[in-house]
């Protein structure tokens, strides 16, 4: 039988449109799975794509059956199933053969892989790939990171299955070890944080402006055709005027408050955290996933203050449209700053306008601006997005709206930890005299921590008053 050009072991909802995407594009795919009856139902179901699949449920003859040196793509779930997995193959794979785990890692367990196969001679590439099961079928953006040799070995196939932008395939060599992981997992970060501020705004529209669901996707509909104009804008419209069968109601009002996650938010706001970097509109997302997932608390809660005055929402809808806007960039900003500053930390030299290019399509964070941003970072060499020339324009003509609807948020007490944390990075970034001189201050108090002073050199202490308590 005619050897594959790639193998794709994990035939679950992601694997197997990956397989097929991979098909369809004429490479030859060699598949298997753990539980060998999953393999049999997947290439009955591949119609006139089953004759470039070559199934096998015994990993021997999985790596046998492809040529050489081999690349295989493993989908399973993240964690330990992948170590487990990549133990089962490695008796039968040869040096300069490659292992391309594609599911969300944690980067580090990707950086620990490549480590541990690199001396066996096993090159390792972490690929994070987004889309959903529709990019992945259809063409996903793919962030590459591992061994560079066997990034050229598999980057005919892995170009040929992403999806395009302006003919430009949305998938890079990012860096080295847990590159490509590391960026995923700050793409979902900011995936987290362009939901959570479509959600604020909804929130706006629903409790201090009491417009219907079918009224909200109008709204997000149209707001698809300007410069909001993405992916998640487009499905927030369709999830809106979606009327769930059994009822006849808006399917929106019947879904339960509570939102899943499944830990790359989390990695992301953490990784920030660990780097230094203000990330305050990814951590302000999970938190809020994380309020949201206790119910039934919240329910005693508004029990207990019913009373709190709220007022009604004044913005206009122009205004949440600039909002959200405005901040939208400041997420980007951040989680393209907690990019710059790993980069930096790990030695990746991570091309963030390339990072930009490749989530222009395919990926769930797919969108107009992104073009934008890519420039910012290709020919202006922006420092932050905040300061990029095009960037600084919105924010310019954006910033009051997002002011003027956190304020209504506020008095409406409809939550706002996104657009209000995006608000004051913005107002934080700008501030050429912060406060934390007075934090300074406090720490040398209590601490004897020390301060620079601003007209002269060096580290000075404080010569402190005794407080009450100690006289
Ligand atoms: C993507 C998505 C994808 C998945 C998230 C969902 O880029 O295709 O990010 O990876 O939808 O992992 O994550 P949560 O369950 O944490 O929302």
New binding site residues.
Partial sequence: MEKADIGLYGLAVMGSNLALNIAEKGYRVAVSNRTASKIDEFVAGAGDLAGQLVPNADLGAFVASIKRPRSIIIMVKAGKPVDLTIQALLPHLEKGDAIIEAG?ANYRDSVRRYDELTPKGIGFLGI?????EE?ARHG??IMVGGSREQWHNAEKVLTDIAAKYDGEPCCAYLGPGGAGHFV?TI??GI??AD?QMIAEIYGIMRDGMGMSPLACAEVFKSWNAGPLSSYLIEITGLVLEAVDEKTGKPLVELILDK???????RWSAIAAQELGVAATTIEGAVAA?SLSAIKEQRVAASAIYDSVPVEKCSATLEQLEHALLAGKIAAYAQGFAVLSKASEENGWDLPLGTIARIWRAG???RSRFLDQMASSYEKDDAVNLMVAPDFVRIMEANNGALRRVVADGALAGSPMPCLGAALAYFDGYRQAQGTANLIQGQRDFFGAHGFILTDREGEQHGDWPPTLETD
Avoid: D, F, L
């Fill in positions: 969300n994070g790939v987004s889309g959903g990019g996903p953006s995923k793409h979902n995936e987290y939901m939102a899943g996650q499944k830990g790359t938010g996933r990926c769930i964070i």
